[in-house]
Structure formats: structure tokens, C-alpha cells
Antibody
Framework: QVQLVESGGGVVQPGRSLRLSCAAS????????MHWVRQAPGKGLEWVAS????????YYADSVKGRFTISRDNSKNTVYVQMNSLRAEDTAVYYC????????????????WGQGALVTVSS | QLVLTQSPSASASLGASVKLTCTLS???????IAWHQQQPEKGPRYLMK???????NRGDGIPDRFSGSISGAERYLTISSLQSEDEGDYYC?????????FGGGTKLTVL
């Protein structure tokens, strides 16, 4: 069965960096686009970034553009988000999610979700 | 600007039906959406994709109590035979060439 397991969350000071990982299993990872989505405490879902199956195209929300970088290693079945210059408003649970294989080009919706990793930005 | 609008809350009785609404912004009425459920203290779960022709494809293991429909720019999620575990937040999602958008979510209370 499809499994997405996030790791790397924790407490970090404002201005510092953190990298989250999402290990995928149960499907042919290299054939699927992937997303990162976050949820601030008590708030709704907010899209963060997406990456194509081959890593050739990446898309970002305006709120993280220039600070966050999405990447993937298809040999390790893992997608990452490198988060730099972190701010208090980046505090959230970060979910990785899979895009359906039927999607081609651009972004897409999510058909499987991980359980999330909590990132707290605080001094 | 691509925006999804949802009512903040809804409620219905155990065993009844409820219809949740997601409205696409002006000029985007032909967009497909996806519905997701988030039970308390859990991660989201994909329910279905709802295309602009009204057809929908439920996710793995999603019971047929969950169905989708459309009317113009409105996208609906109907849950029939409500059960206590249906309580939670429901989000709609859409996407464009280089953007993904979520609605603000509807909190469903099962009475």
C-alpha cells in the first residue's frame, strides 16, 4: 500500500534552516509528481511546493518562493523540502502528498497524504 | 485569481445527509477539484476528484456514501447516512498551470 513518511521536523530559531524528508513506498516513486502542503496550528491547508516526477519542473507558493527548495532523489524514493530563512509564520505541520499518475504537466491534486512533520520556528 | 470558497461550518444529524459546497472564483468555473477529509488530529485523506462534467472518481477505500456533483462554479460533496467518524474538516483543492489552491475548509459536526 502507498506510504508517505515525513521526517526532519523540530524546533528551529528564526532565520535558520531545516530540511524535511518524505520517504515513499508502495508505488513506483519515479512515475509520480509530489507536493508539500502545510497546516499552521488551528488553520487550513496551504500548498507549499510541487515537483514533477523527473524533477525537471518545480512550483512554489509565493509565501515560500526564494526561501524553500523542493527536490527529490528517485533512487532513494524520497522527496525533500529545504527551508531557509525560516520565520515564525512558517510554523506548521508539513505534509507530503502524491500527485496522481494521470497528471501530466503543470501542477495537480493530491491522492495520498503522509501523516505530517511539525516544524516550530521560535527563539 | 484562482480562489476556492467554502462555508466555515456545517452540521447534520447521525444517519442524515449533508451537502458541502465549494465555489470556484469568477472565470474558473470549468476547473476540476478534489475533496479531502481531515478527521480530528489526523492527516488529510483524499476522497475524490470531481471533474467539470460532474463525473467523480473516489479514492481507494472511500465508500459510496461520499459523492460529488456540480452546478456552474459550485462543486458539491454529499455525504449520506452520516456516521460519527464523518465529523471533521473537509477541504476542496484545485490547480492551475503553476499553482495549487485549497479552500478554507468546512468543519462538519455530526449531531
Amino acid at each position: 500500500q502507498v506510504q508517505l513518511v515525513e521526517s526532519g521536523g523540530g524546533v528551529v530559531q528564526p532565520g535558520r534552516s531545516l530540511r524535511l524528508s518524505c520517504a515513499a513506498s508502495g508505488f513506483t516513486f519515479s512515475s509520480y509528481g509530489m507536493h508539500w502542503v502545510r497546516q499552521a496550528p488551528g488553520k487550513g491547508l496551504e500548498w507549499v511546493a510541487s515537483i514533477w516526477s523527473d524533477g525537471s519542473n518545480k512550483y512554489y507558493a509565493d509565501s515560500v518562493k526564494g526561501r524553500f527548495t523542493i527536490s527529490r532523489d528517485n533512487s532513494k524514493n524520497t522527496v525533500y523540502v529545504q527551508m531557509n530563512s525560516l520565520r515564525a509564520e512558517d510554523t506548521a505541520v508539513y505534509y507530503c502528498a502524491r500527485a496522481p499518475q494521470s497528471c501530466s504537466g503543470g501542477t495537480c491534486y493530491s491522492d495520498y497524504w503522509g501523516q505530517g512533520a511539525l516544524v516550530t520556528v521560535s527563539s | 485569481q484562482l480562489v476556492l470558497t467554502q462555508s466555515p461550518s456545517a452540521s447534520a444529524s447521525l444517519g442524515a445527509s449533508v451537502k458541502l459546497t465549494c465555489t470556484l472564483s469568477s472565470g474558473h468555473s470549468r476547473y476540476a477539484i478534489a475533496w479531502h477529509q481531515q478527521q480530528p488530529e489526523k492527516g488529510p485523506r483524499y476522497l475524490m476528484k470531481l471533474d467539470s462534467d460532474g463525473s467523480h472518481n473516489r479514492g481507494d477505500g472511500i465508500p459510496d456514501r461520499f459523492s460529488g456533483s456540480i452546478s456552474g462554479a459550485e462543486r458539491y460533496l454529499t455525504i449520506s447516512s452520516l456516521q460519527s467518524e464523518d465529523e471533521g474538516d473537509y477541504y476542496c483543492q484545485t490547480w492551475g498551470t503553476d499553482i495549487v489552491v485549497f479552500g478554507g475548509g468546512t468543519k462538519l459536526t455530526v449531531l
